[in-house]
């Protein structure tokens, strides 16, 4: 029997509608559905690579170069729940060679930071699970793959879709219709752009999963953001993409930014993701805005600093020309390199 390897990339997915809280733990079952717009393979993407050999003492995952535990129950469910996939498979057909039982090496690489609050688990799940179902040759369809990505890390479930995505959250104890979803491919609205402002590179010092859970327990504000508050922006958000209102979009995006961070500070000891720069990106996107009498870009932060600016690329100069004024020293702006920015600024540049 020969090796095989498959390689695969995932790109990063960015919540506009977000997802914290769970109300089951081990299923990693959302306590509200959520969006996403799923950015292009050319931005962030995890590569991963994976064979199977019978001469591998064991399982082993190699992230970024150096080897890391794959012994955490939420790897371990991925892994167990493509083996079982397999095995079936093999049951039904034995002619197919056995290679459930062989240990497995995964080997990933992200193009940029790792668990920075830039979904780098989103991508690197949704690559893991990707990449073994091709490897064992799984008939199963992306919304299946994305139950099995979602034990890894719930928004992983998202980056099995291009494009335009929904979370269903479910209702089903056992988690067998809560998925992912498309809502729209990519080339529906092809105009929209995504700018990634790195804050800080740092790990985030209050992981997701911790996160989450404290916010469950403590936040007063909680119940009424899942209840109230998510399930009317969930409807009103898929009609705006659906319609490719930006203007409505970009609103729901941020108020959604704002909220999920708000159940975070409302949360007992309180959970910091911006800092001083995110505050300063968030008033710069708003004075854009309020200068252009329309909503021309809309911000959103996950679990950390990071900010992540969607726009349409029609408005490109007035976004992009604007926030290299104030961030310009900064590294990153290699792309744009060449281009100058003549957008007349409509606020004095002194008001930050
Ligand atoms: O999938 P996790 O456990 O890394 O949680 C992701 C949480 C947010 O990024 C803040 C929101 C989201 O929907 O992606």
């Not at 799923?38 to 970024?64: G, H, I, M, P, R």
């Not at 490719?244 to 309180?270: I, Q, R, W």
């Not at 992009?320 to 003549?342: D, I, N, R, Y």
Request: charged share 25%; net charge positive; with cysteine.
């Amino acid at each position: 029997m020969a090796n095989k390897y498959v390689t695969v990339t995932a790109p990063v997915n960015i919540a506009t509608l977000k997802y914290w809280g769970k109300r089951d733990r081990f299923l990693n079952l959302p306590t509200n559905s959520s969006i996403s717009v799923t950015l292009s393979q050319d931005d962030l993407k995890t590569t991963t690579s994976v064979c199977y050999s019978k001469n591998f003492e064991s399982d082993a995952l190699y992230l970024n170069g150096n080897e890391e535990s794959l012994s955490s129950p939420r790897q371990q469910s991925c892994l167990k729940l493509l083996r079982k996939c397999r095995i079936e498979k093999e049951e039904q057909d034995p002619s197919l060679d056995k290679i459930a039982s062989l240990p497995l090496h995964i080997v990933s690489v992200n193009n940029f930071p790792t668990a920075a609050g830039l979904a780098s688990s989103a991508a690197g799940y949704a690559a893991m699970v990707y990449s073994i179902a091709k490897l064992y040759q799984l008939d199963l369809d992306r919304s299946e793959l994305s139950k099995i990505a979602r034990q890894g890390s719930g928004s992983a479930c998202r980056s099995l879709y291009g494009g335009f995505v929904a979370w269903e959250m479910g209702s089903l104890d056992n988690g067998s219709d809560s998925k992912a979803v498309q809502i729209a491919p990519r080339a529906h609205w092809p105009g929209i752009r995504a700018a990634i402002l790195v804050v800080s590179a740092a790990k985030k010092e209050v992981p997701s999963t911790g996160g989450m859970q404290l916010t469950v327990k403590t936040s007063d504000l909680f119940d009424y953001r899942v209840k109230q508050v998510v399930p009317a922006r969930y409807e009103e958000m898929k009609k705006a993409i659906l319609a490719k209102d930006f203007g409505v979009f970009a609103e729901l995006t941020m108020k959604d930014s704002n909220s999920f961070h708000a159940v975070c500070l409302d949360s007992y000891p309180p959970i910091f993701y911006m800092n001083d720069t995110s505050k300063r990106i968030v008033k710069v996107i708003t004075t854009i805005n309020e200068a252009y009498g329309r909503n021309v870009a809309a911000y959103t932060f996950d679990a950390g600093p990071n900010a992540v600016i969607y726009y349409e690329e029609k408005d490109e100069d007035i976004v992009l020309g604007t926030l290299h004024e104030f961030f310009g020293s900064v590294p990153g702006w290699a792309k744009k390199s060449g281009k100058s920015f003549s957008v007349p600024r409509k606020f004095p540049i002194e008001k930050f």
